[in-house]
């Protein structure tokens, strides 16, 4: 069993579904409203979790009810939160979506996540030492991710780097970081004026771009690969990209084949959509290679 140690944030998300996404000043009647645990660093623990991975939280919550609740989760889908510490006084953070014509829209209040700062990572390093990969995202503090990547470097230890949400980064980030998996906005902040195709030439097999349903492609070192996606029927998008990282961390720390890693993580998130909720439609291990 291969160890996942994350790096990033939990929140709790409030979802509403409606037939309508409201435009600016619009009040439109929703269908459904519902509390559930996200977060892109926790929903990443989880999928890699349910993958079949020994997984290891490293991040922080808020000391109320949404906190409580968030590590109950943690436990219940086998996540180690020995590293996931309650903020005093501090609000865990949410993530506020609507689920309406197909898609989503969420805004994210990082609250408790913008304490995992690089001394609160740094109490952790032995753990990181010992990981065969470690997931990042950017949730967190800028200079945490910074941080990260220079300590994975310095320990030699494997780093996937999801930079979502879109910001720029370091080319020092890039540099140390083994895999990036922007999507096509999140490529377009990352390499500003660069051709997603120039950008994955000069990154080979360390830059994936991930298209949804078209799913994802890469620059092997002589030519550009798109492994495809599968087609389902689509209850709800939301974490399939988490569940995207989390199958391709698991696919690559087992040794898998770049291509091989990416069917396993396009299949998985495939998979995560035909159910409602970040975490609620996040596959096990025998679903996956079940339905491959």
Do not use: W
Request: glycine share 8%; aromatic share 6%; charged share 20%.
């Amino acid at each position: 069993m291969v160890k996942i140690v994350v790096i990033g944030s939990s929140s709790m998300d409030l979802v509403v579904t409606s037939d309508q996404r409201p435009g600016a000043g619009e009040t439109v009647l929703g269908r459904s409203f519902k509390t559930v645990p996200g977060g892109k660093g926790a929903n990443q623990a989880v999928a890699a979790a349910r993958l079949g991975a020994e997984v290891y939280m490293i991040g922080c919550v808020g000391d109320d009810h949404y906190g409580a609740a968030i590590l109950k989760n943690f436990k219940q889908n086998g996540v180690d939160v020995t590293n996931v510490e309650p903020v005093t006084d501090t609000e865990s953070g949410t993530a506020h979506i609507i689920l309406a014509e197909g898609d989503n829209s969420i805004v994210v209040v990082k609250g408790a996540n913008d304490h995992v700062t690089p001394d609160y990572v740094k109490k952790s390093k032995s753990l990181i030492k010992q990981a065969n990969m470690v997931l990042i995202q950017q949730e967190i503090p800028e200079e945490t991710v910074e941080y990260v990547s220079e300590l994975c470097k310095e320990l030699n230890v494997p780093l996937l780097l999801n930079p979502a949400p879109a910001r720029p980064l370091s080319k020092n980030v890039i540099e140390n970081a083994s895999y990036i998996t922007p999507n096509e906005h999140e490529a377009a902040v990352l390499f500003d004026g660069l051709a997603i195709e120039s950008a994955l030439k000069q990154y080979p097999n360390k830059v994936f771009i991930t298209e949804g349903k078209a799913g994802a492609r890469y620059f092997n070192g002589e030519k550009e690969i798109t492994v495809p996606s599968y087609t389902v029927e689509v209850t709800d998008t939301t974490g399939a990209g988490d569940t995207f990282n989390a199958a391709l961390a698991v696919a690559l720390a087992e040794g898998k084949s770049i291509t091989e890693s990416l069917q396993f993580a396009n299949r998985a998130a495939s998979l995560s959509v035909t159910k409602f909720g970040a975490q609620g439609g996040m596959p096990n291990r025998s679903e996956v290679e079940a339905s491959l």
